[in-house]
């Protein structure tokens, strides 16, 4: 805790903050664009675009661009309060629709690199100065860091996250991305297996069919095919397969049947897949996955941040709490109308601030997770994600499977014993997995093995990949796992929490892990679905293996399963335990937790690592401190050589604050910034100056404010 600045000196700019106002004015303009895609370069396309522009965005004063385009399904339009909130920040916003969506020509192509990566680059063009629109428009107000090369970031979520790399990959004029709940493997998204892993999420055995996922985007995409045929006249989206490739319908179609995916189908999906061409990526990326989140898990972002961190590339990841499978939190979490309000955005904002501009403090290159255990009753939620200097969080800490249905904490107390149950054939059962929880589907008797612990003594948080390694005896399933894959024994794994009192064991954010065991006569090692769970004191933790689920493909062959516990080579549950939490709530980066490293974790990236060359022409006071900010002063460089400082604008959290009085002694500005009566928060202050030869200078830093220490 520190002390409170020195009193204000006279002569200050002094700011009072207003009810909410508009940080700046913006304009925007609804373009669209042919391009060219496919492997040849020879398929043309149409793409409908928005531009917002910041007022007083000149060739003479050029501000970076930030791209934007739609999840499956949606459109350009899902940007209509994004953009805005960083045009009125100063960044030129471009969202798009992407091929297949939103009015936009051509077929869906999972954002394939030699498609929607193709489409992406030429629009970068645009933004660079050397593409014009159909009606004519060129810009030149968007900075550059050479002629043709803008500088330039990218936004969006899931499908819209999955095209930052596509784009990334083969245009080094990107600068920084922010993907939010997308895939690292798209085989791995579709037909999922978590084990027989080589790299990351990536397996060899061909993994287990989801039946929900594909056919509700199989129905979005075709239904909206459909839609523009008719409504823009437009025949591109037509054809034996509508509105898709038709290699991508006939993988859904014998993926389906079969329950696997043949190599053809694997081959497409991870030709759409950064996990492909990860060693592309160089620039600073800053990876969003939610818990929430069955269709792209917190394992496939964990693969893709271990990838960049181990080539170097300047990487943070936050698990946050919403995915595609719910768990929103509103703008508690993020808020597309006021950035700074609600962590996420407020990090995303930090994020482009300095890898587009140099604005502010450089991010922690850090992991950062939401406990939802640790949310405060209103507002932000900021102080209940937790953060360690990188991934993994988790210290391993070993179960053992023991008996016929025991979990034991340590190796000398395992019992031998064995657990039986089948693989059948026929009505799947069992809950977890789908997009959307099943509360009233149950595993059938005799097709699941369960291990329960003992009830916890204190509390167990769990953030992290689990991993079960396990012995099988399954003597139908080894006699015809040499042939079709379809034959192999299918697993599910899946890790609950049993309440006292036998109360309905809660599986965390509905997560199972899908298995196709490739050799049941080897041990199998499983990685089980990353989460942020608080197994609270006197709950106990249950392993369940069963062998059918309702939203997945099951076992094509019958046959007994047996596991058994011995205790001269013991079945081994690993979960990862947090460590201890190293300050106070809040006192983090942009109002998070920090918390204590893994042992054996791997030394963090430099802060800001990959940022451009250059500062801004403008400083604020340290945000180290909370304590103490409660009334500080900004104190601005001066002009360039020339020029002077004409005004200034100030907001905090995003609303203007009013300026009463400008300082005449010297050709700086300075401004007292008095946080008083603001509840205990984190808030972003920027300053924007405009001078008398029409420049824009900028800075922004993210403060805390706390109740201060008494005198004693």
């Known amino acids: 805790m520190g002390r409170y600045l020195a009193p204000v000196l006279a002569g200050l700019l002094l700011l009072v903050l207003p009810g909410a106002a508009p940080a700046a004015e913006f304009s925007k303009k609804s373009l669209a664009f042919e391009v060219k895609v496919g492997p040849n370069g020879d398929q043309d396309c149409r793409i409908v675009a928005d531009l917002y522009t910041p007022t007083g965005a000149t060739k003479q004063d050029p501000v970076p661009a930030i791209m934007g385009t739609n999840g499956f399904g949606g459109s350009k339009d899902e940007f209509s309060k994004l953009g805005p909130s960083f045009a009125q920040r100063g960044y030129v916003f471009f969202a798009y629709s992407g091929l297949g969506f939103g009015n936009s020509g051509c077929k869906i192509t999972l954002d394939d690199p030699d498609f929607d990566g193709k489409a992406g680059s030429q629009l970068v063009s645009f933004l660079g100065g050397t593409k014009a629109a159909e009606d004519g428009t060129k810009i030149d107000y968007v900075e550059t860091d050479r002629p043709g090369d803008p500088r330039v970031g990218m936004i969006g979520g899931s499908y819209g996250g999955q095209i930052q790399f596509s784009i990334a990959g083969q245009d080094p004029r990107m600068d920084a991305l922010v993907p939010q709940i997308t ?18 999420v990536t397996y060899t055995t061909p993994g287990v069919s989801k039946l929900d996922w594909p056919t509700l985007f199989t129905a979005v995409g075709v239904q909206q095919g459909f839609q523009q045929a008719i409504q823009n006249q437009d025949p591109s989206h037509l054809g034996a397969c509508p509105n898709f490739t038709d290699q991508v319908c006939q993988s859904l179609v014998t993926s389906a049947l079969l329950g696997y995916p043949r190599e053809d189908t694997l081959a497409l999906l991870r030709h759409a897949s950064v996990a492909s061409y990860i060693a592309k990526i160089k620039i600073p990326t800053f990876l969003i996955q939610g818990q929430s989140d069955t269709l792209f898990n917190l394992n496939e972002a964990v693969a893709t941040y271990k990838d960049l961190f181990a080539q170097g590339t300047p990487v943070k990841m936050l698990w946050r709490s919403a995915g595609h499978s719910g768990g929103s939190l509103g703008t508690r979490e993020n808020d597309s109308t006021n950035l700074e309000k609600a962590y996420e ?143 192999k024994l299918v697993l599910f794994a899946k890790l609950q929490d049993v309440g006292p009192g036998g109360a309905t064991p809660v599986l965390p954010r509905d997560q199972l892990s899908p298995v196709r065991v490739g050799d049941v006569t080897k041990p199998v090692t499983i990685d089980l679905p990353g989460i942020s769970y608080r197994f609270k004191k006197g709950h106990q933790l249950r392993l369940v293996l069963t062998t059918s689920n309702a939203v997945n493909r099951t076992n094509n062959v019958a046959g007994p399963v047996t596991i058994t516990a011995d205790p001269a080579s013991p079945n081994v549950l690993t979960v990862p335990k947090l460590g201890a939490q190293t300050g106070a709530d809040g006192s983090g980066p942009s109002g998070t937790t920090p918390f204590s490293a893994a042992t054996g974790a791997p030394a963090p990236q430099p802060a800001g690592s990959g940022a451009p060359r250059g500062t801004s022409r403008s400083s604020l006071p340290s945000s180290r401190r909370c304590v103490s900010r409660r009334r500080f002063t900004i104190r601005l460089r001066k002009a360039p050589k020339g020029d002077r400082h004409r005004s200034a604008v100030v907001t905090v959290n995003g609303k203007r604050a009013r300026v009463l009085r400008r300082s005449k002694k010297t050709g700086r500005l300075r401004a007292s910034v008095v946080l008083t009566g603001l509840p205990k928060g984190t808030f972003r202050v920027r300053v924007t100056i405009k001078t008398a030869k029409g420049r824009t200078l900028r800075a922004a830093r993210t403060y805390r404010t706390c109740v201060p220490k008494k005198r004693r």
Do not use: C
């Not at 037909?191 to 990351?200: A, Q």
């Not at 900021?382 to 249905?405: E, H, I, K, R, W």
């Not at 977890?432 to 329960?452: L, V, Y």
């Open 183 to 200: 895939w690292n493997d798209l085989a791995y998204s579709l037909t999922p297996n978590n084990t027989d892993l080589v790299k990351g």
């Open 345 to 487: 955005t407020r990090l995303a904002l930090e994020w482009f601030d300095f890898y587009l501009r140099r604005e502010g403090d450089a991010p922690a290159l850090n992991f950062s997770f939401l406990r939802d255990w640790a949310l405060p009753e209103s507002g932000d939620a900021a102080p209940s994600v937790g953060a360690t200097p990188t991934y993994p969080a988790g210290t391993d800490q070993q179960m053992f499977l023991s008996g016929t249905n025991e979990l034991v904490g340590a190796r000398d107390a395992v019992k031998p014993g064995t657990a039986q149950f089948a693989a059948v054939t026929g009505a799947p059962t069992g809950r977890g997995n789908g997009f959307t929880s099943a509360p009233g589907t149950a595993d059938a008797p005799g097709t699941f093995a369960t291990f329960t612990g003992a009830p916890l003594g204190e509390n167990l948080d769990v953030v992290g990949i689990p991993r079960l390694t396990v012995k099988l005896s399954a003597p139908v399933h080894a006699a015809t796992q040499g042939g079709d894959p379809g034959t």
